[in-house]
C-alpha cells in the first residue's frame, strides 16, 4: 500500500487448525493469555515502500534476527480489546477507532510509523471473521484481541528503524473474576514511579510495563494483588495501577479520576466510565488526588469508594490499601454501589444488552 488508507489483505488459512474437539475443550476453561486461536495477522512497514505484505495466516513463531532493533531499543507498542459474541451469533467490538487512534498516537511518541486507522481496525475484523469459532460462548467470555508492532530492522544503531512488522494475535478468555467480582488490594509504591513527566507514559509501549514489574512483584510481597504509582517529581499525586486508571467516589456522589497530563495512560475504559457517570448524573472531576487526600479521605469517610478499570478486568473494585507505615479499608472493603453499577451499565454495553446512545458498540459480524 502506500497513499491509501485501505489495505489488501492475503488469505491463506491455517493448513492444520486445531480440531473442534481439542477447541472445544480450550474454551472450557481458557483463563487469560495462555490458550491462541489458529490465525495471526501480519502487516509489514519499509521506509520508502509503507505498509505491504497484509497478511491473514497461520499463528506461528516470527523468525527473527539478533540484531532486530526492538531485542535492544524495545521500539514496540501494542493495544488491548476484545470482541464479544452477541445473541444473535454476531460479532461487536467496543470503541474499536479508539484503539485505533491510540495505537497511532503510541506509535508516533515511540517514532514508529503509524499504521493508518482504518486497516487497524480492518485487521482486527479479519482475524476475528477467521477465528470466529474460538469467541467462547457465554456470558463471561470473550476473544482478547492482541495487536502490537515493533522495530524489526537488522541494525544496532541508536535511531528510530526503518523496517517494522506489525502483528495481530487473539486469545480467547474466561471471566476475569470467575467467583464474582472481588475487591482487589492494592500496594502504593515508596519505591519506584512510572512514569515521568514528558516520558513515555501516556505511550501503550512494551517499556512502561518492563520497568513496572520489580514494584508489581513488591506489591506481591506485602500481599498486594496491584500497585499504584504516585507521580514522579513530587511522589504526592496518584498516577493510576501498573495497567488501569484510578477513579474515587465520594459520599455527594462526586467522581474523581486524576487528570490526563502524559504520565497516565488514556484508558478507553476510562473514558467510558467518566461519560457513563456524568449521564447517571455524578458530577465528574479529572483533578490530581494526593495520596495524604486519599488517607484522610477515607478515615473521615467522605471517601466512599475506590475502582481500578481497564479493558481485561472491566472495572475492579479497590477494598484495601496498603503503604510501608500502614494500610487501610475502603468502604469496609466491600464493592462500593456506583462502582458496581457502572461495571454493570458497561458490561451490560458491550455484550450489546443495552441501548447504546454513545455509538461506541462495532458489530464487526
Ligand atoms: C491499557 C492500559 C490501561 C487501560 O486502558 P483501556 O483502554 O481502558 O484498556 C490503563 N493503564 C495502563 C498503564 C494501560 O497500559
Not at 142 to 160: C, I, N, Q, T
Not at 277 to 299: K, L, M, N, T, Y
Request: contains cysteine.
Amino acid at each position: 500500500m502506500s497513499g491509501g488508507d485501505k489495505l489488501d489483505f492475503e488469505i491463506r488459512p491455517n493448513p492444520a487448525p486445531v480440531s473442534v474437539a481439542d477447541r472445544a475443550a480450550l474454551l472450557a476453561n481458557p483463563g487469560f493469555g495462555r490458550v491462541f486461536t489458529d490465525h495471526m495477522v501480519t502487516i509489514r512497514y519499509a521506509d520508502g515502500k509503507g505498509w505491504y505484505d497484509a497478511r491473514v495466516e497461520a499463528r506461528a513463531p516470527i523468525p527473527m534476527d539478533p540484531a532486530a532493533a526492538v531485542l535492544h531499543y524495545a521500539q514496540e507498542i501494542f493495544e488491548g480489546l476484545k470482541a464479544y459474541r452477541t445473541a444473535d451469533g454476531g460479532v461487536t467490538m467496543f470503541r474499536p477507532e479508539a484503539n485505533a487512534a491510540r495505537f497511532a498516537a503510541s506509535a508516533r511518541r515511540m517514532a514508529m510509523p503509524p499504521l493508518p486507522e482504518e486497516a487497524f481496525v480492518d485487521s482486527l475484523r479479519r482475524l476475528v471473521e477467521i477465528d470466529r469459532d474460538w469467541i467462547p460462548a457465554g456470558e463471561d467470555g470473550s476473544l482478547y484481541l492482541r495487536p502490537f508492532m515493533f522495530a524489526s530492522e537488522v541494525f544496532l544503531g541508536v535511531r528510530p528503524a526503518n523496517e517494522y512488522l506489525y502483528v495481530v494475535i487473539a486469545s480467547p478468555v474466561g471471566a476475569y473474576f470467575p467467583g464474582g467480582v472481588k475487591p482487589v488490594t492494592v500496594w502504593v509504591t515508596p519505591d519506584y514511579t512510572r512514569a515521568a513527566p514528558g516520558g513515555t507514559g501516556a505511550a501503550k509501549c512494551g517499556g512502561n510495563y518492563a520497568s513496572s514489574l520489580v514494584a508489581q512483584a513488591e506489591a506481591i510481597e506485602h500481599g498486594c494483588d496491584q500497585v499504584v504509582f504516585l507521580d514522579a517529581v513530587e511522589r504526592r499525586f496518584v498516577d493510576e495501577l501498573g495497567g488501569m486508571n484510578v477513579f474515587f467516589v465520594y459520599d455527594d456522589g462526586t467522581v474523581v479520576t486524576p487528570p490526563l497530563t502524559g504520565t497516565i495512560l488514556p484508558g478507553i475504559t476510562r473514558e467510558s466510565v467518566l461519560t457513563l457517570a456524568a449521564g447517571a448524573g455524578h458530577r465528574i472531576e479529572e483533578r490530581p488526588v494526593s495520596f495524604a487526600d486519599w488517607q484522610a479521605d477515607a478515615a473521615s469517610g467522605r471517601l466512599r469508594e475506590v475502582f481500578a478499570c481497564g479493558t481485561a478486568a472491566v472495572i475492579t473494585p479497590i477494598g484495601e490499601v496498603r503503604f510501608p507505615d500502614g494500610g487501610f479499608l475502603i468502604g469496609g472493603g466491600e464493592p462500593g454501589r456506583v462502582t458496581m453499577a457502572l461495571r454493570q451499565q458497561l458490561v451490560d454495553l458491550q455484550r450489546g444488552g443495552a441501548a447504546d446512545p454513545h455509538g461506541w458498540v462495532r458489530r464487526i459480524l
